[in-house]
Structure formats: structure tokens, C-alpha cells
């Protein structure tokens, strides 16, 4: 190892050496106490050296789970762009510290660096603590840290059938949950004797065990692991268990806690805990007042190791503060404890605790509301006196936002009011206007309610994305964002400021409220939408191009159920469609429209490629195969497209609505018929799709795929409803999106029979259409919809508005009326009339739609474009 | 259908200019002013439908979109979209804002007044307004 001695530094011009200050770590907090260092202009006059065990920059390790839905590592990222660089910050990669001199004040790296420092900070994290157990290292057992320990187990799941996963904490069960949705027979097996123990109490486990049972996994408890035995290659064969019990498996992932890493402190003289920890003071310095230690690896003054990322970021402001503050006399900041309130999602359950969860102080009280039959329990714990200690809850945590800012005071109502479920407690539900200023909404980012009321009041914030920008509140984990909005809201209207969610400058209603009134009134022209609902002074306009489609949209999805015709071309409607409904063709850049067949499936014979071909020959087309598995045709003048369509039409294509907001396509994989890993007949399932919703219009378009197999070949889970084949029927999926801004959908139903499947989605497209905003994709769609996928879920799954009928009768009417609107324009020489590039001029083609060759096709001649006026020269017979 | 030859041979008989586009009768041809006070007939009123526009060739190849509103008025301006190039803006969706009506470009929704030719979403640009009158 080359040993290079780096004490030099260019920062500074006037010839002194800038000071230099090492960091060991580049996990969360250690990119925090970056951040903090920036922002307080430490960076500018000091050189700064990152040392990283991993092999990339800090991630957020509290997502890490995600990883298995498809977030990929870069998205993890905490570092944004170029902050490293921007801040001539100098981060070494799969280079851990492995020794610090204090002495010589140098760290060496394990590459042989050695870098002398002014400031050291450790932020060196923990590590995963694995019982000793026999055979724990064997291939097969597993920890749960880093995205490289994921990567591990996912390659490995992907031969297993059985998992065992060893300690029912917060991460356990995020593994546990993560086995189980790749498909193995997941066991936890918990040492205590109930699941999530620090967190919640004896009524909370036993909830969320049941609720976690009922999804498939198997919950040991009050049983630890004894010893792992192997198969005759080494691998992990079966584990035993503390009772006498085993378990077969083929892969075992430890997630017993984690313990500080705390090794190099040790070894350099630092003093650290009893049981583990660097002693910090309260202002994170080490016993060596040049060293700091900050996150999960500091044991601070409070006597805790914290194991959370809230107080980790705290450690990394308080130890900048002392950082920047050095040399001078000012009293920064300090960390004396922190709060270990958490709300979390664990496999679907709300998880939360907050303040004294288990009933510590002493003469405390319970208040206890607990309904095994829908998995919720409740509990608080009150001091004699009515002050609000702490609580539990699990199942339902929607009021852990309201509660924990309500901790340590006396609550204004009383404690069994908050928590009987809405609807069954006497009295209105507390809202956020009950909470003092002082009361902290955002626990990571530590906002006060007077925070975010000053944003309004003071910061002219008039949205909650425009509050989280000022604020920071509800940019951390989220849990807040309900409350934050409750009391953006409540400030905005106590400003006389009314927010104006109105469709556009015609209409003060939303689209879903010009839905229901559509519906409600069955109205099926314009002009009776528009002159009666809509703004005063719109009455009796002409509308504008935000709501003459959105209204277009509406009237063609409930065409039947308000006794419109279906047609887009229909004489009341033609007026409102967007030019490319219009046209019932896509206008690109020079003016000229592109065509697109159906395609069902993606599935075509080749009788149907040869006259596609053929047509593309003859009319002189530009062909691509697009991403839906069709074939888009490129170049055609609005004169062309009748002419066109008549030959599609002839051999038995359809309009393939890919100029209308509308269902696209729903690709398929080739499935059970010809693909040796298929389970069931995607290609069958797609055209069935396909067919049932081709033409039906909705806010923005649909997209679908079915794969007929886990391989997940037709990428079914970026797309608005997708389809993945089970060894017994389908899962459904969703609310993906591709494009700009990727989502992974969301498992919505699974195991459904083929009836089962489009009943479902029948009903989730029609919510939608009813409900979602003009040209609002369903992935974002459902992040606004209030209650979220669980909300979906009861709507559409279990019916809890009681509109599912509603919804599955306005989806047989559009299926009952589907007619293809190429078939029906080509038949209707009127409505063929206004294909023409000029209505005085119907022979002449419009001169200025060319084309120039590119790569044995053409493309358009845009140089064309570029004069302020082209003359036609080819008007026979005009004259002066 | 009025053909080219048509379309010249009308333009030949000028008649008194209407000012008030909203007074069009029903049953007239549209006629649009192209150069130093003479008149050229593009379409029939019954061409257009209320809310849309089409494309007309004027003589030397000229462009131009013609718009009927709700209210019946008609309006010509320049097909070119500025933005693009594209000779589309016929194709575009009217509609009116504070009672004044506009077009917005099918390609990239910029919006023009059909009364002055402004673009009301960048004061840079404009269209020319064609005077038209319904005979």
C-alpha cells in the first residue's frame, strides 16, 4: 500500500494552510453533518475529507427496504447533485478509516492514506448485532444494513423457498415483509416475547402479530435461535430453536438490533460506554476535545445510544455548530436527549409510539381502545393529574400527528375521545387547532406549529408544498404532512385567503365536481355545463382550451349514463375535443399527424404487418414501433388520414386512441403458450383488457401491461393497472407510472380470478375517471388522494362508499357503447369534409408539410417553417 | 365546395364592407380583406363550425385560419403558429377570456387574441388579423 501523506491544501490564497477536518462516515447523519458544515460556510475556509466504508455516497438507509419495490440505489441517494463537488468536499469511496493517531493527528485509510487533521468527526454508525450462534456464517445467513447486504439476499431469495429471519424489531419485520412479497414461507423468530418490544407494549404486539399473521407469516416468539445447520455444500439448512424446535429453511437473515461502532475509538484511547457508544458531551466533542463523534455510533450525555435518525441529525447540527463556532466565544448548540417517538408503516400496519409508551413513570394510568377484529389498538398513558404521558398504537395511527405534539401537556378533551375511532367518540375528534404554537409538528425537522403558522402569516406561503419549501416540516418521514395540511389550511382561511381550486378561469369547480354534476344532471352540452356552473362572468362565452376538453373527457366517459353520443366527433362535442380528437390522428411538429392502429395485446398477423406495411408504402410514412408494442405512422397530411383510415379500416383495424386521453395500450408478455416460465395466458388476459376499455376516455391516458409470470416481462408494474400472473390467478397492480417521474405500482389486490380482475379494475378505473384532476396520471392521482392506497383499497376492494355497483354499471354502459370512431368518420361524409388541409381548397395539399430523407425514411423538412410566409405555387387558376 | 377558380372569380365583385362580424346572416360566404381594399371569398358560412376554425388558401399562397364563435362572430388570422412555424393554428381551441376571444396553438397552447393578433402568453409575439366580412 502506497502510504500518501495529504497535509497540503490549495484553499486558500494568501498562503496559510486551511485547516482540515476529517470525517469517518458517510452514512445519513455523516452527509447531514456535511450539510450543516456547508450551510454554516465551514467548507469555504476548511478542507474537508470524507472516509467511506461503502461503495457509494450516503444513502437514506431508513427507505432501505424500498429497494425491494424497485427504488434503485441512485434514487436512495442523499447527496444531491453536486453538492460534494459544489462544496470542494473530498469523499473516498470503499476506503474505511483503520486507525487514528491522535497523537500525530492522522487517520489512515485502509487504500494506505494518510491524512492529517485539525478536526476529527466520527460518524462511523453502527453494525448489525448476529447472536453467536453456530453456524451463523454460514452461506445463506444474512444481515440487513446496506444496499449491498439487500443485493445479497435478493439474489439468494431468488432459489429459496423458505426464509427465516431472526428478530421481530422494525427491520426484522421490514425483511420479514420483504421475503414474503418475493414469495418465500417467512418465519420471525422473536426472543422477547412479542414483536416490535421496544416500541410497543404486550395489547400492541398481539395486534400487530395477528394482523401480521393473517398475510401469510409465521411469528415465533419467546424462542431465540440455537444453532443453524448446514446441507452437505455449507449452505443454511435448518435452524434450531430455543424450545427444541427447528425450522427448514434455506437462507437466514439476522436483524437482532445493532450495536455502536465504536472499535476505533477504543483503539485510539477515546473513552466509550459500559456497554458500547463514544461519550460525547453536549456538544458531540469526545474525550479529546479535537474529535467528535455524532449518530448512532455516540453514547450522548443523556447516557443513550440512539439508533434513530432524528437525533443522529441533531448530533450533526450541534457538532457543527461547535465547529464553526471554534475560536469564538458563542454558545452554539447542544444535544442533551432526544425524543423516540416513531410512526411507522411496517407491512402495511401503522406502528406507532411516542413519550412514556410503556407506562413508566410511576402512578401512571392507561386509556386502552383495542378491536382484535380490525387490528387496531390504542393506548395512552396519563399521569394522574391528565397530563398526556405517551402512547401506542397500532393498526390506526392516524392521531399519532395530533398526539405526540399533545405529549406532556394536559389534552383539552378527554383522553378516551382520543382513541375511540371517528364516529364513535362523543364529541368532535380534536384537531390540529387544539395543539399550543409551541407544540412540535415535525419531529425531524423540529417544526413548531408557530413555525408553520408564521409561514402563512409572515412568509406569504399560501400551499403546503410552498410551507414544506419555507419550513422544511413534513419533508422528513412524512408522518406529519396530514396535520402540516390541516393547519396550512385552518391558517389560510383564519388570512381571508381563499384558495381558488378551481378547473380554470371559466369554471370555480374542480373536475371532479363538474363530474358529478355532469352525472347528477345528465348534461350533455357545453353550453348548459358552462351557463349554468359556470363562473359568472364565463356564462355564455365560448369556454377555453382547459375546460372545452376536460368536459369533453367527462361527457365521452359517461356518454351512455347521460344521453350523449359516445362519438368524439358527434356535432355538440366536436367543437370541444383538443385538435388531436379532433382529427382522431397525432399533430407533430410540422403540422402533419402520425396514425396508430390497435393493436390488442400486441399481438398481430402477419397478413395485418403486410397491410400496415403496405399503407406505410404507399402514403409515404415514417414507421416506428413505439413502446405500447404497436406501430406508429409518421407524416400524414390531414388530407391523407381518411384515405388512410379506409384501408386500415378494411382490414379490420381499429382507432388505437393514441391521440386522446384515453386507454393506450395493454401489453402483454408472451405468457403460459409459449414461454417455459409462464403461469397463465397473459397475452389472452391483455386483448381481453384491451378490448373491454379500448376508447374509454378518462383525465389523463391509461396505460396497462400483463405479465404472465413473476419475471415481470411486460413491465405490468409501471403501468397505470398492470397484471402479473400467480401460480393460481392475478395479481393486480396499481398506479405506476413510467416517464418523467417513475412509480412503482402498488399491489392493489392478489390471487384474483379472471372475473375477480376486471371487476377490480372496472371499479379502480371508474373511481379514477370520477375523481382524479384534468390530465392527472393515476400514480399522482393517488398520491393526493386523502387516505392514500388504503383508501383505494376499501373503495374499491371492500366498497366502503357503497358505489361499487354505481361504478360497475357506468363500465358495462361505456363496454355496451364502445363503436370505433374511424369506422364511424369514414361513414360519415359530412364529418370527412373537414379533413382537408384548406376548406376553399379542398384538392390542394398544404404546401408546407415536407419532407427531407433520414436514414431510408423521411422526416419533416423544418427549414420550411423557419420564413416569416410560405406562397403556394401550385393554386391553379388564382389570380389578382 | 368553393374551389380556387370560384374563390378568384368572386373576389372580383366587391361589396360594402360589414363591420359588425357578429351580424353575419347564416346563409352567406365569408369574405376576407387581402390586400389594398379588395375582398376574396374563402368559405361558406355554413363551413364553420361555432368553436373551431379552418384553414383557407388566400390568393399567392397566403394562410389563413377563420373562426366562428358562439355568439356567431367571425374572425380570420394568420395559420402560422409563430412559436413552431407550423401552419396549424386553424386547428387550434377557441375560447374566450373576459368575453374576448382567442385561439390557442394546437402544438405548444400558446394563446392569440383573434381580435389584434397578440399572443397573451409572450408580448413578443403576434399574428396578423385579416378584416372579414360575411356577404
Redo the contacts between chains.
Keep these: 500500500m502506497a502510504a500518501t501523506d495529504i497535509t497540503g491544501s490549495d484553499k486558500r490564497t494568501d498562503g496559510t494552510p486551511a485547516r482540515t477536518l476529517v470525517l469517518i462516515g458517510h452514512g445519513m447523519v455523516g452527509q447531514r453533518f456535511l450539510e450543516e458544515l456547508a450551510a454554516r460556510g465551514v467548507t469555504e475556509d476548511t478542507r474537508v475529507v470524507v472516509l467511506c466504508e461503502e461503495p457509494r455516497p450516503a444513502y437514506d438507509r431508513v427507505q432501505l427496504t424500498s429497494y425491494f419495490s424497485g427504488t434503485s440505489p441512485e434514487e436512495l441517494s442523499m447527496v444531491e447533485g453536486d453538492f460534494l463537488a459544489r462544496h470542494g468536499i473530498e469523499l473516498h469511496l470503499d476506503d474505511p478509516a483503520v486507525a487514528v493517531d491522535r497523537e500525530a493527528r492522522t487517520v489512515t485509510s485502509r487504500q494506505g492514506r494518510v491524512i492529517r487533521y485539525d478536526t476529527l468527526v466520527l460518524a462511523t454508525g453502527s453494525y448489525p448485532f448476529v447472536p453467536p450462534v453456530p453456524g451463523k456464517d454460514s452461506p445463506g445467513c444474512f444481515v440487513y444494513r446496506t444496499i449491498e447486504d439487500l443485493k445479497a439476499i435478493e439474489d439468494w431469495a431468488g432459489r429459496a423457498t423458505t426464509g427465516v429471519v431472526v428478530g421481530g424489531g422494525l427491520l426484522g419485520l421490514e425483511a420479514a415483509g420483504a421475503l414474503n412479497k418475493m414469495g418465500l414461507t417467512t418465519h420471525i423468530v422473536e426472543f422477547q416475547p412479542r414483536l416490535m418490544a421496544i416500541q410497543v407494549d404486550e395489547g400492541g404486539g398481539s395486534a400487530l402479530r395477528r394482523t401480521i399473521e393473517s398475510m401469510g407469516l409465521l411469528v415465533h416468539t419467546g424462542v431465540g435461535g440455537q444453532e443453524i445447520s448446514t446441507a452437505e455444500d455449507g449452505t443454511v439448512r435448518r435452524i434450531h430453536l430455543s424450545d427444541g424446535s427447528s425450522i427448514d429453511t434455506d437462507m437466514v437473515i439476522f436483524s437482532a438490533g445493532v450495536r455502536p461502532r465504536d472499535q476505533l475509538a477504543r483503539e485510539c484511547g477515546l473513552a466509550v460506554g459500559e456497554r458500547g457508544g463514544i461519550m460525547v458531551d453536549e456538544q458531540c466533542r469526545t474525550s479529546d476535545p479535537d474529535v467528535f463523534a455524532i449518530g448512532e455510533c455516540a453514547k450522548t450525555v443523556d447516557g443513550m445510544v440512539y439508533g434513530l435518525v432524528a437525533p443522529g441529525y441533531d448530533m450533526a447540527a450541534v457538532a457543527a455548530d461547535a465547529i464553526a463556532a471554534a475560536g469564538t466565544t458563542g454558545a452554539g448548540a447542544t444535544f442533551t436527549g432526544a425524543d423516540t417517538s416513531t410512526k411507522l408503516k411496517l407491512l402495511g400496519v401503522d406502528v406507532a409510539s411516542f413519550g412514556d409508551a410503556h407506562g413508566t413513570a410511576e402512578d401512571c394510568l392507561d386509556v386502552v381502545y383495542s378491536d382484535s377484529r380490525a387490528g387496531v389498538y390504542k393506548k395512552l398513558v396519563m399521569a394522574k393529574d391528565g397530563t398526556l404521558l405517551g402512547g401506542v398504537l397500532v393498526g390506526d395511527a392516524e392521531s399519532y400527528g395530533l398526539l405526540r405534539p399533545l405529549t406532556g401537556s394536559v389534552p383539552p378533551v378527554a383522553p378516551e375521545q382520543l382513541v375511540l375511532p371517528a364516529g364513535l367518540s362523543p364529541a368532535p375528534a380534536l384537531g390540529p387547532a387544539a395543539l399550543p404554537d409551541e407544540a412540535v409538528i415535525c419531529n425531524c425537522h423540529n417544526v413548531t406549529k408557530g413555525a408553520i403558522r408564521a409561514a402563512v402569516t409572515d412568509h406569504q406561503c399560501t400551499s403546503v408544498p410552498e410551507v414544506k419549501t419555507c419550513t422544511k416540516a413534513g419533508s422528513g418521514c412524512g408522518s406529519c404532512v396530514k396535520v402540516l395540511g390541516q393547519l396550512v389550511n385552518a391558517e389560510l382561511e383564519a388570512q381571508g385567503i381563499t384558495v381558488d381550486k378551481g378547473l380554470c ?2 369554471f370555480g369547480h374542480t373536475r371532479q365536481e363538474l363530474y358529478e354534476i355532469i352525472l347528477a344532471l345528465r348534461l350533455n352540452t357545453f ?1 348548459q355545463v358552462l351557463d349554468g356552473h359556470g363562473r359568472q ?2 356564462r ?6 382547459i375546460c ?2 376536460a368536459v369533453a373527457s367527462i361527457f365521452a366517459s359517461l356518454a351512455p349514463a347521460i344521453g350523449a353520443d359516445g362519438y368524439v366527433l358527434d356535432d355538440a362535442q ?3 375535443q ?3 380528437d ?2 382522431l390522428a397525432n ?1 407533430q ?3 402533419s399527424y402520425s396514425v396508430v392502429p390497435r393493436i390488442p395485446g400486441g399481438e398481430i398477423t402477419p397478413e395485418k404487418l403486410i397491410v400496415i406495411g403496405e399503407v406505410a408504402r404507399d402514403f409515404g410514412l415514417y414507421t416506428k414501433i413505439t413502446g405500447g408494442q404497436r406501430i406508429d405512422l409518421f407524416g400524414a397530411r ?1 388530407d391523407q388520414l381518411p384515405q388512410i383510415w379506409a384501408r386500415l379500416v378494411e382490414a379490420g383495424f381499429e382507432s388505437g386512441h393514441a391521440y386522446g386521453k384515453a386507454l393506450r395500450t395493454v401489453k402483454s408478455c408472451v405468457g403460459s403458450t409459449w414461454c417455459r416460465y409462464g403461469v397463465q395466458d397473459s397475452v389472452r388476459m391483455a386483448i381481453d383488457l384491451e378490448l373491454r376499455y379500448r376508447g374509454l376516455r378518462s383525465p389523463h391516458k391509461l396505460k396497462s401491461a400483463v405479465s404472465g409470470c413473476a419475471r415481470e416481462c411486460a413491465e405490468a408494474q409501471g403501468k397505470d393497472f398492470g397484471v402479473i400472473a400467480t401460480a393460481s390467478g392475478w395479481n393486480l397492480y396499481v398506479c405506476g407510472n413510467g416517464g418523467a417521474t417513475p412509480r412503482h405500482a402498488d399491489l392493489l389486490a392478489q390471487d384474483l380470478s379472471d372475473a375477480e380482475l376486471i371487476r377490480l379494475i372496472d371499479r379502480f378505473l371508474m373511481f379514477y375517471i370520477r375523481t382524479a384532476d384534468r390530465l392527472e396520471r393515476t400514480s399522482v392521482w393517488l398520491e393526493r388522494l386523502e387516505g392514500g392506497l388504503d383508501h383505494l383499497k376499501d373503495v374499491v376492494v371492500h366498497d366502503s362508499l357503497g358505489i361499487c355497483e354505481e361504478l360497475e354499471a357506468l363500465m358495462a354502459a361505456h363496454v355496451a357503447n364502445y363503436r370505433d370512431e374511424w369506422a364511424e368518420t369514414i361513414n360519415d361524409p359530412e364529418k370527412l ?2 379533413f382537408v ?6 384538392g ?1 395539399p ?3 408539410v415536407r419532407f427531407v430523407p433520414e436514414r431510408d425514411q423521411m422526416k419533416p423538412d ?1 427549414t420550411i ?3 416569416p ?5 401550385t ?6 | 365546395m368553393t374551389t380556387a377558380t370560384q374563390l378568384a372569380a368572386q373576389s372580383a365583385a366587391p361589396q360594402s364592407r360589414n363591420d359588425d362580424p357578429a351580424a353575419a346572416p347564416e346563409g352567406g360566404v365569408v369574405q376576407v380583406e387581402y390586400a389594398d381594399g379588395g375582398w376574396v371569398t374563402v368559405c361558406r358560412r355554413s363551413d364553420l363550425l361555432p368553436g373551431r376554425g379552418v384553414a383557407v388558401l388566400l390568393p399567392e399562397g397566403r394562410q389563413a385560419a377563420v373562426f366562428l364563435t358562439r355568439a356567431g362572430e367571425i374572425h380570420v388570422i394568420g395559420n402560422r403558429d409563430p412559436f413552431t412555424g407550423a401552419y396549424v393554428l386553424s386547428r387550434g381551441l377557441l375560447g374566450s377570456a373576459g368575453g374576448a376571444p382567442f385561439v390557442a396553438s394546437p402544438l405548444l397552447k400558446q394563446r392569440f387574441s383573434l381580435t389584434d393578433g397578440r399572443c397573451l402568453d409572450d408580448p413578443e409575439q403576434s399574428v396578423p388579423v385579416h378584416p372579414c366580412r360575411v356577404v
Design positions: 378561469g371559466c353550453e362572468e364565463a355564455g362565452g365560448d369556454g377555453c382550451e372545452k376538453p366536436a367543437a370541444l383538443d385538435t388531436n379532433h382529427f399533430m411538429r410540422n403540422g390531414v369534409g373537414r388541409s384548406f376548406v376553399n381548397a379542398p390542394t398544404d404546401p408546407t423544418l417553417l423557419s420564413g410566409e410560405i406562397p403556394v405555387r393554386l391553379e387558376g388564382s389570380s389578382r
